[in-house]
């Protein structure tokens, strides 16, 4: 079996950290940060991850947008996204939803069942 990548893109340190942590010691999986939209777009088409984890609030480019500048290019609009959010009304939640996104986890998440959360929402 093939060691999957993931990428997650998040403005905030502390939340790339944990979830790097975790997704490398209990998922065993190749993670790559990027801390904006852009470099994340950047580093999407650059190592073609298994799929990437999206903070929906960022500064200069939100999730929304980098979400759709994925879709929108032929490299990597095939690779699954998974928002990560504060954001946990359901009325934005189906709006999310709504744009093709693999799933949504919210924020604050389980360190340790972040694995297992990305695993489901794949079929992995």
């Known amino acids: 079996m093939t060691t999957k990548k993931i990428l997650i893109i998040d403005d905030e340190y502390?939340?790339?950290?944990?979830?790097e942590l975790a997704l490398?010691?209990?998922?065993?999986?190749?993670?790559?940060?990027?801390?904006?939209?852009?470099?994340?777009v950047a580093k999407a088409i650059a190592e073609q991850p298994d799929v990437i984890l999206l903070d929906v609030m960022m500064p200069d480019?939100?999730?929304?947008?980098?979400f759709q500048a994925l879709k929108a290019n032929p490299v990597t609009q095939?690779?699954?996204?998974?928002?990560?959010?504060?954001?946990a009304q359901a009325s934005e939640q189906r709006r999310f939803a709504e744009l093709g996104v693999r799933a949504i986890i919210t924020k604050p998440f389980k360190v340790m069942t972040l694995p297992t959360q990305i695993s489901t929402a794949l079929d992995w």
Do not use: F
């Open 61 to 66: 480019m939100d999730g929304i947008a980098t």
């Open 24 to 40: 490398k010691a209990v998922g065993l999986w190749q993670v790559s940060t990027a801390a904006s939209g852009s470099e994340g």
């Open 14 to 19: 502390d939340i790339r950290a944990v979830a």
């Open 78 to 87: 095939q690779i699954p996204v998974i928002l990560l959010t504060a954001k």
